[in-house]
Structure formats: C-alpha cells, structure tokens
C-alpha cells in the first residue's frame, strides 16, 4: 500500500542524503527539548515539513523529479516524522482523552436504542452491506499512525457511503440527495462503528480487535487536523473531514431535540440505557481481554506492525491502550506490569551504578529529561546523529 | 422534484498525488474555488450542482463527482479557468448548527430556495444573516431561486428575490435543475464576481 514510504526511507539510505537524514533526526530530538503543546508542536511540524519540502526541491537526489515525485517523498516525510512523533503527539492531552471518552459514551447509550429511522434515514438507504464495509474503513483509523493513512480511512469510509448513494440513484430512481442524505449515513455509521458489541459477519479475532478499540474520535480528526501536511487537506479530503468533524460535533450535542424521536420516549431511552451499561461493564470486550487474547493468539494488534518491536514495548500490553479502553478489570494486570518495571528499572540502575562506566552516565535529572530523546534515537535504527 | 438520474461518469479524486488536478498551486489564471451551498432540504441543492457537472461536456475537463462532494472546472472568455469545489450541506434543520464547519474559509456561497416554498425563502434569509455574521468577509453570495419551472405553483415572486438580494449585495438568479435554465448562468455569473487574486 505504500510505496512512497519505501521509496522514502530508499532515498534517505543513498549516502547524497545524509544532510536531509541529519535534518530530519535533528527536528525529531529537537522537538523533545520543548514542553509537549499540541498548538505548538503542529507548528514546528508544518514549519518542518515546508522547509524540508524547499530542500527537497533544490537537492541533487530529486534533480529533475516532476511534482508528483516530489510530493511521493513529502508523503513519506510525512509518515516517518509522525510515526517516531506518534506518542508525543496523538492524543497526548489529558482533554483530548477526556473528549474521546465523552464522546465513546454517548455513543454508547445512542447505541441501545437509535434506529436509522431517528435520523430520517429511508428503509432504501438501509443497507447492512455497505454499512458495514463503511464501518470497516473507518474503524481501520486506529491501525494507522501516518496522518494521511488516518485521513485516507476517512475518505474511504465516505467514499463506500457515496458509492451507496449513488447507486440507489441509479438503480432505484431515488433522486440524490446530496449532503442531505449524505451526513446522516455517515452519522449513523459512527455511532454503529464504535459499538463494542458491533458483529461483523466473519467473527475473526482481528475484527473483535478492531472494534474492542473505540475509534478516538476526536483525537484522530485532532491529530489529522494538526499535523497532516496543510496543502493535503483540501478539496475532496477536507470535505469528508469536515463531515466527520460535524458528526463528532453533532453527537457530542445531541438532544431530544435533534431526533425524530418523542422527547420523552429519548429521554427514557437515554435513561434506560445508562442503567444497562451500569449493570453489564462491557464485557467480552475490555482492552485486558482484548490485548489477552491477541497474544494467546499470536496475533498483531495491527498498529503494532507499523513500529519497530524492540521500541513498541510489546512484553507490556498496555503500551498501545488508552484511558477510555481500560475498565477495573485491567487494574491487575496493570499492577503488576508496573511492579515488573520497576524492580527491572530498580535492578538496571544498580548494575549502572556498579559498573565502572558509570562516571561517563549522564546525570540522573538529565537523562529523565532526555529519555525521549535517546528511545527515539534508538527507534529510528539508523547511525545517531554525530556528536549528539 | 427533478434530478434525471443517469449517472455521470466517476473519476476517483485520488488523494494521493500531487496538489494538482489543475498543476500545482492556484495561480492568477487558474482559480481553485470552494462554494458551499446552503439551503433547506428538499429545495434542490445537489441537482443544482448535477446538472452543472453534467452539462460541461468537455471530455478533457477533470471531474468528481461525488453524491454530496463535486468539482468542476469551467473556462472563462479572458482565458482564465475557474475550478469549483462544491461543498454540499444537509438541509434539515437539525443538522443547521454544524453549517459553519463547512462555510469556514469559503470562497463562494450559494444559498437555495424554492420558489414554491415561502418556508425555504426566508430559511434562505436565516443563512444569508448568518454568513453576513460568520463567514468570510469577501465571500461572494448568490441568492437562488430553484424550481421556476414550477409557475403555477410559485409563491415567491421574482420581485421578492430580486429585492431581498440587492439589500444584501449579492447577485440573484432564478433557476430550474429540471431544465437546465440558467445553470450554467449561475456559475459563469459567480466566476466572473470572484477577486482575482495579485500574482506572487
């Protein structure tokens, strides 16, 4: 699927470009120094990005390369910058986590008991299949650390509830609607989306897995919003963006008011199903059990093929989790992947200390404050930057 | 109510690839123009816009056409070109509070009503107050009266429209999807209305 990427990571391996090679390292530790801030860590990206997009064009290796070309290795930037960035900047506000656990919720209780009826959606526009094939696209959101891989989720979802569009204007003479069809569709397929309960048709552990992760609505449209490259998100992109953006928006606000439904009958709705997520927690479903039963069965969680094993941390199941997946069942395991840490932290300190290198350690206070900076180094698996 | 409904050809709108159907950035000649159109539901938005797509028969002309999302290229007299990216939005009243997501740095807004529909005209002037508050400044506005092949059961007289727009600064045109009058008007008259930008 991504062949700008290998291209890429190709060109940055000719030794002609190690002065791009030195760049790029040098932003990513250099981005570590200042306080993680969403407003300002997209800036200096987009800064980055524009700046290297310049040298790019007046270097030797892209001499002669038409737009597109130039663009392919843009793209791969891109998804390399963001990928070794990807905890730092994802989600990394404890308001960011809060808003997708808002919004997890109240599609939650939506969930029990809003039919597409609610939303004016006609029975020809029902249907199952390519719902289903749209929910698939969007759910794909989470496997996908690259802003334009995130963003193109997006569209691909939008494009399957187009494609449904259109051919119910054709083979059922429904006269197209445009966005006023369009939106609820899109509406309606969220909130089926981020159902923990939501059966696909092949009950395969990698589908459970899929939809055990709640899409992190708001912080994925975030992170696009902040560090997809500003000249890609146009057009089209922007359009199918800016549709999920109003179905966040929409559901976050979502009232009596905003179905076709009785006020009161939305109200004992709402109730009813508050009470039946208070009796049955999510069961089957849990990040603990989710991340258990990917490793009883060997199985990737798919984002995890995107990084490199040593960094991911894949001994600790939680790595990948995020506040709104957990539940109080993963408080043991938690418990005791912490105690693990730290006796090995504990035990890893005192050999440094032991050991006659120890007067060349940084001190402790630095390297608390440059552990960062070094996992990053270590994570891009190319010679460190000369001189540090 | 009447869009035909023979399909137009689909081109994907790639993602992937360079800024460029139209070649790389916009520059004085060749404009890249975002117009969101506003309008209760029902009073024919998209088969505006459908029949505008699918009345440009050049077969050179790039076009995507979506069931919500569609762009067009058109080419002016003075040899410049303008590509339209059609921003559509839902109608129904729920759905009004979410309209500033989609006018947000629009260029063009086309606000749509029904000529037999008093209903739509002044939910027509609900958005023009709004976009007059909330949109870009130098936001060129076109006032719409949609289905005016509909004279027998018109309720909103040309007078009305021609009044309401010229208060309000902005260009007015009566149309009619199902037969195509003054579509291509529309969208040559709003060509020719937009700020050519100054040349980097």
């Given amino acids: 699927m991504d062949a700008n990427f290998y291209d890429f990571l190709d060109r940055m391996r000719n030794p002609a470009s190690l002065d791009l090679v030195r760049s790029i390292k040098s932003f990513i530790v250099s981005i570590s120094f200042y306080a993680a801030n969403p407003e300002n860590d997209a800036k200096r990206v987009q800064d980055f990005f524009s700046t290297m997009e310049a040298a790019i064009m007046e270097h030797p290796l892209w001499e002669a390369a038409t737009a597109q070309e130039i663009d392919s290795a843009m793209e791969g930037l891109e998804k390399y910058v963001m990928t070794k960035l990807f905890s730092r900047t994802f989600s990394s506000s404890p308001e960011d986590a809060k808003m997708d656990l808002q919004i997890s919720e109240k599609i939650q209780l939506l969930q029990a008991f809003l039919k597409p009826e609610h939303l004016d959606i006609p029975p020809l526009l029902c249907n199952e299949a390519s719902w289903l094939l749209a929910e698939k696209e969007l759910l794909k959101i989470n496997a996908f650390k690259s802003p334009r891989e995130k963003l193109l989720c997006i569209v691909n979802c939008c494009k399957v509830i187009n494609n449904l569009l259109l051919n119910a204007s054709m083979s059922e003479n429904r006269v197209l609607a445009g966005a006023d069809d369009f939106l609820p569709l899109l509406i309606f397929v969220t909130i089926k989306a981020s159902s923990p309960l939501c059966h696909f048709a092949d009950h395969s552990n990698l589908r459970t897995l899929l939809s055990a992760n709640p899409p992190q609505l708001h912080s994925n449209l975030r992170f696009i919003q902040l560090y997809r490259r500003q000249a890609k998100l146009v057009s089209e992109a922007a359009y199918y963006f800016t549709n999920l953006v109003s179905t966040k928006s929409f559901l976050l606000d979502l009232n009596a008011k905003s179905l076709s439904m009785d006020e009161i009958v939305f109200e004992e709705n709402m109730k009813a199903a508050r009470q039946k997520n208070k009796l049955t927690p999510k069961e089957p479903l ?66 440094v200390r032991r050991h006659p290198f120890s007067k060349t350690e940084i001190p402790v206070s630095s390297v608390e404050g440059t552990s960062d900076t070094l996992s990053q180094l270590e994570g891009t698996g190319a010679p460190s930057l000369p001189g540090g | 109510m009447g869009c035909s409904s023979s399909l137009p050809d689909r081109s994907s709108g790639r993602l992937v690839g360079p800024n460029s159907e139209n070649g790389g950035a916009p520059d004085s000649k060749n404009l890249r123009v975002k117009l969101v159109l506003l309008g209760d539901s029902g009073v024919g938005k998209s088969c505006i816009v459908l029949r505008f797509v699918r009345g440009q028969f050049d077969p050179t002309s790039k076009v995507t056409v979506g069931a919500s999302f569609l762009s067009q290229t058109i080419a002016l007299q003075d040899s410049t070109t303008v590509k339209f990216e059609i921003w559509d939005t839902a109608g129904q009243e729920r759905y009004a509070a979410l309209a500033p997501l989609y006018y947000r740095g629009a260029a063009v807004a086309v606000v749509v009503y029904d000529i037999t529909s008093p209903e739509s005209f002044s939910k027509a002037q609900y958005w023009v107050k709004e976009l007059q508050k909330h949109g870009s400044p130098d936001i060129v506005m076109a006032l719409v009266g949609n289905k005016a092949d509909l004279h027998e059961k018109r309720e909103v007289s040309v007078q009305e429209g021609i009044d309401y727009a010229e208060k309000n600064g902005m260009f007015f045109i009566e149309t009619s999807a199902k037969t195509a009058d003054n579509i291509n008007q529309l969208f040559e008259e709003i060509a020719k209305r937009l700020p050519r930008p100054t040349a980097q």
């Fill in chain 1, 286 to 351: 849990s990040a603990s059990e989710a991340m258990k039963s990917s490793q009883d069965h060997k199985y990737q969680v798919p984002s995890e093929k995107m990084q490199d094993k040593e960094t991911s941390g894949s001994n600790y199941p939680y790595m990948e989790a995020e506040a709104g997946d957990l539940t109080v069942r993963d408080v043991e395991i938690l418990l005791s992947t912490y105690k693990d840490v730290v006796a090995k932290y504990t035990n890893l300190s005192r050999a």
